[in-house]
């Protein structure tokens, strides 16, 4: 340990989440194996210090960050181990990030069965939160595509986990938020795909009851599916927008799969309209206010209709799926300084009650004048995962800009919000959350399985190794209690 100290020292950090609302100086461990991560265990057991693990900083809030522990950062635990070219099966170790998956696989004719909106989570942060994509619907999460994964847990023992080995581990742990262990290695299926690209549809929708409509009818075949609504809209238009429909090309229809599989034809573009897109933050910047928001989400709008009257037309699998990425540091604009930055509420609701929900949330926000920059909707299937958000229905994630000033009536807001989702038997998902209460996941997970997940913590650690700042949110110490 004294060897390695000396090679890679411990530093101290400045650590938040990717929303820049709430962050913590901690002392960062970056091991880059099994071995020492193992070491950091043993070296926090006996110093008593507890653990927030992370990985790329993707998750919104306070998950992976801590004001009274150190933080594990497994982002040097990043090989490719193995991919077997016949089934699809990739290998890799924790902090391999979904970048480095694509980038491998796509020129042999495959591709991540779950793509979240950006392409840097790591797979044990994507496995920890058991992120989703645009196609959830269809192919579930990452921990539905995952076959294996080795995990250490707080004693230090390295254990092996699927659905066959370790299974309650298994579906603990993903979707477990880094409370149970240290994911190091995980097995993924892939999808085979016949091109580098896929066909995408626009369908301008007049309201939100329209837009769901829409969707519910691309279901049975569209591969992807994403619905955008302006936020700012109202009446009548309350939820109007554009739902994007993609499907991927059969054998034969891409006349240069040669070229299209390839990372060069994937890769975003490095401006936009010939504006560097490394300085476009700064433009945002300009129009991150409310009449700003408003003039940039009808524009949207209106440029949704003229595609909605368009053909269909093709798009790179990065160019569809990554949309958070054309713009480096888009958050930026969101402020960068003194607790600024945005909050983004995601709320999942069944299928029999989210049209009545949602219109009463954006009508809601717009009473409250807290209207949200961006909204996203999408179609959800559950998943058997013990603390999961899934279930039959949908989710509507909000943007919200944050400011000292509007802070506290902010987080009120999102508390009322969150008092309608609850009593309609709606859930929540960690990876984005930043303003449920203490008590609140116990409203909408599954008693059993939330008591069961506490007997395995209690067992698997009677320390309370694993903390951070969302567990002592969200649970205090009721983990072991």
């Known amino acids: 340990m004294s060897e390695r100290a000396s090679a890679y020292p411990p530093s101290f950090e400045y650590v938040e989440g990717w929303g820049m609302v709430e962050g913590h100086h901690s002392r960062v461990l970056r091991p880059a194996s099994v071995e020492e991560v193992q070491d950091d265990l043993e070296g926090a057991r006996k110093a008593r210090v507890s653990l927030a693990l992370r990985g790329a900083g993707c998750s919104y809030g306070d998950p992976s960050i801590t004001r009274d522990g150190h933080v594990l950062d497994l982002t040097r635990l990043n090989r490719i181990l193995a991919f077997d070219d016949e089934s699809g099966v990739v290998e890799v170790e924790s902090g391999v990030t979904l970048e480095q998956i694509w980038k491998h696989i796509l020129p042999r004719g495959w591709w991540p069965k ?21 196609n959830n619907f269809r192919v579930g999460t990452w921990g539905d595509n995952t076959l294996e994964l080795d995990i250490v847990l707080p004693s230090g023992e390295l254990e092996t986990c699927s659905r066959e080995q370790n299974s309650e581990l298994f579906h603990a742990a993903i979707g477990g938020f880094g409370m149970l262990g240290a994911i190091c290695r995980a097995k993924l299926q892939t999808t085979r795909i016949h091109s580098g690209e896929i066909d995408v549809v626009g369908i301008s929708t007049h309201n939100l009851g329209e837009m769901m409509e829409r969707m519910d009818a691309q279901c049975s075949s569209a591969d992807y599916l994403v619905g955008w609504i302006d936020c700012f809209a109202s009446g009548d238009c309350l939820g109007r927008g554009l739902v994007h429909a993609a499907h991927y090309l059969a054998p034969g229809v891409d006349p240069e799969p040669e070229q299209t599989l390839t990372v060069a034809h994937q890769e975003l573009p490095g401006s936009i309209m010939g504006f560097p897109k490394a300085q476009l933050w700064r433009a945002l910047y300009l129009f991150n206010h409310d009449p700003g928001m408003r003039m940039v989400n009808a524009a949207k709008y209106m440029a949704g209709r003229l595609e909605g009257m368009a053909e269909p037309y093709r798009q790179s699998h990065a160019g569809f799926n990554f949309l958070l990425d054309y713009v480096p540091n888009w958050k930026w604009a969101y402020g960068r300084h003194g607790r600024r930055g945005l909050i983004q509420y995601q709320s999942f609701l069944p299928a029999d009650v989210a049209e009545r929900v949602y ?10 004048s807290f209207n949200p920059y961006l909204g996203v909707l999408k179609r959800h299937k559950p998943d058997p995962f013990w603390l999961t958000h899934a279930l039959d229905g949908w989710s509507l994630a909000l943007d919200f800009k944050v400011t000292p000033k509007n802070r506290a009536a902010l987080f009120g807001h999102c508390e009322e919000m969150t008092t309608i989702v609850l009593a309609a038997g709606g859930k929540f998902y960690f990876a984005k959350d930043q303003v449920l209460g203490l008590g609140d996941p116990q409203r909408f997970l599954s008693t059993e399985r939330l008591e069961a997940f506490k007997a395995l913590k209690r067992s698997l650690d009677p320390g309370n190794l694993f903390q951070s700042e969302m567990s002592r949110r969200l649970f205090g110490n009721s983990f072991l209690s």
């Not at 392409?119 to 058991?130: C, D, E, I, K, R």
């Not at 219109?359 to 409250?368: G, H, I, M, P, W």
């Open 114 to 134: 779950v793509c979240s909106g950006t392409m840097f989570p790591t797979t044990g942060g994507a496995l920890g939160m058991n992120i989703h994509g645009k």
């Open 359 to 368: 219109a009463e949330l954006l009508t809601l926000c717009q009473r409250r």
